[in-house]
């Protein structure tokens, strides 16, 4: 039986768990492509590190990239290290060498996108990706080849583990931020600098490789408005709580006439959509096309063995496109190229219902000089609720609003602010 070979740049948790799938399912993959695959060479930066799985004497370690690129006998080269700048450079050499490449650097593919599909179109090869969105989620094929004869009306979902199971654990056991982000620390979910993960980059950077896939279009990453989550407090938790929502970290992108809206936010999400009851270190992602309708598709987000799995998918995806004789690898899912830019809607004319938490001196008046601002600036009230002791230094004054611009919110809050009865900043999210 033919033998494909593969050339791991990096094995962390996601190489070993590579690894370990491909032992454990060895007869399976053989069956489904009539090849085997074999892992050849493996570039780590620590040769004498102990690695978490023994891939037995055949396979050669090297802290070298060229050893990856110039070997005659790996087929394709699987970039796992992450970061962006070696990479890169080991991914456009691979292109080079005519060789194709699975990668699950959405931090690159975000950063670098464009100039990494038209080099692999100028080489003729296959740039893969799945793993790089949602972890073991089928995301990417789901956008590329299962819908791909709907046009995507809107997408929103949890996309990162970390930030999902603090929120979590704030909602179901009501822990402050900082409790529930140690705690996610301690079981290995979020990193000891966690700023990628709390404040919304990682999700941004899955986002942008989504919207290529659902639209065909490039929405620079710097373009989209990113909102993290250690803003969220018990006590807005407990306030949406109290008004039929859970808050999620989302990120959404949806169709406003011709042009696309997109953000990172945390969000009041009903608690009729199954989306809110996602817990723990989990995705989701749920779509609305206009013919399949709404789909929601639900899983682990990260992990050794399902991130792992989605680099599986893409390898023995590109083995079949290697057994057809493909020779120009469809790995945009668009014909429309280059990939134009998207035409973004202006993120302050972006409509939505907020919620607003006003801190404010409990004396008369305050309520009138709210609901007159309010209104001034083009603000509805949809729900209002004051809780607190009379005397109270600041006692909490929550606002649920019908829809309104983010120009009008932004422009509102920040005269409130100014106030001499607000105690301290009002908080505000956007609501489903």
């Known amino acids: 039986m033919d033998v494909i070979k593969l050339g791991l740049g990096g094995f962390g948790t996601v190489g070993s768990?590579?690894?370990?799938?491909?032992?454990?399912?060895?007869?399976?993959?053989?069956?489904?492509?009539g090849k085997r695959i074999e892992i050849k060479s493996v570039l780590v930066r620590d040769l004498n590190k102990k690695r978490a799985f023994d891939l037995?004497?055949?396979?050669?370690?090297?802290?070298?990239?060229?050893?990856?690129?110039?070997?005659?006998?790996?087929?394709?080269?699987?970039?796992?290290?992450?970061?962006?700048d070696t990479a890169k450079d080991l991914i456009l050499n691979a292109f080079a060498a005519g060789k194709h490449v699975v990668t699950a650097n959405k931090h690159l593919l975000a950063e670098h996108g464009l100039e990494l599909f038209e080099a692999a179109k100028t080489h003729s090869v296959g740039l893969m990706f799945e793993s790089s969105c949602a972890g073991g989620i089928p995301i990417v094929q789901t956008l590329k080849e299962s819908l791909a004869g709907d046009e995507i009306i809107k997408m929103f979902g949890i996309m990162n583990g970390t930030a999902n199971y603090i929120l979590s654990e704030m909602t179901t056991k009501g822990m402050d931020f900082q409790t529930a982000l140690a705690d996610a620390q301690d079981l290995g979910y979020a990193e000891a600098d966690p700023t990628f993960d709390i404040e919304g980059f990682d999700t941004a950077h899955k986002l942008c490789v989504l919207i290529r896939m659902a639209y065909g279009v490039d929405y620079p990453l710097s373009e989209i408005p990113i909102q993290g989550i250690s803003s969220v407090t018990p006590m807005d938790i407990e306030f949406a709580r109290e008004f039929g929502y859970r808050i999620k970290l989302l990120a959404h992108v949806m169709k406003i006439g011709d042009k696309l809206e997109a953000g990172v936010h945390p969000a009041l999400v009903p608690y009729t959509y199954l989306i809110a009851r996602v817990g723990g270190n989990y995705n989701a992602v749920r779509l609305e096309g206009n013919a399949v309708g709404p789909i929601m598709l639900h899983g682990q987000g990260a992990g050794d063995m399902p991130t792992g799995s989605a680099v599986l998918a893409d390898i023995m995806n590109l083995i079949r496109k290697i057994n057809d004789g493909c020779t120009h690898p469809d790995n945009t899912g668009f014909c429309n190229q280059p990939i134009m830019l998207a035409d973004i809607l202006p993120p302050e004319q972006s409509e939505s219902k907020y919620y607003f938490r006003f801190t404010v001196a409990d004396r008369t008046g305050v309520m009138a000089a709210i609901t007159n601002s309010m209104a001034n600036h083009g603000v509805s009230i949809a729900q209002a609720v004051q809780k607190g002791e009379a005397g109270a230094e600041g006692v909490p004054l929550v606002i649920i609003t019908h829809e309104t611009s983010a120009e009008n919110v932004y422009a509102m809050s920040e005269e409130m602010d100014a106030m001499d009865f607000s105690v301290e900043p009002c908080v505000k999210f956007r609501i489903l």
């Open 17 to 33: 768990g590579l690894a370990r799938i491909l032992d454990m399912n060895s007869e399976r993959i053989a069956k489904r492509l």
């Open 56 to 84: 037995g004497p055949d396979v050669t370690f090297t802290d070298d990239p060229a050893v990856l690129v110039t070997d005659p006998e790996i087929d394709i080269v699987v970039e796992l290290m992450g970061g962006l």
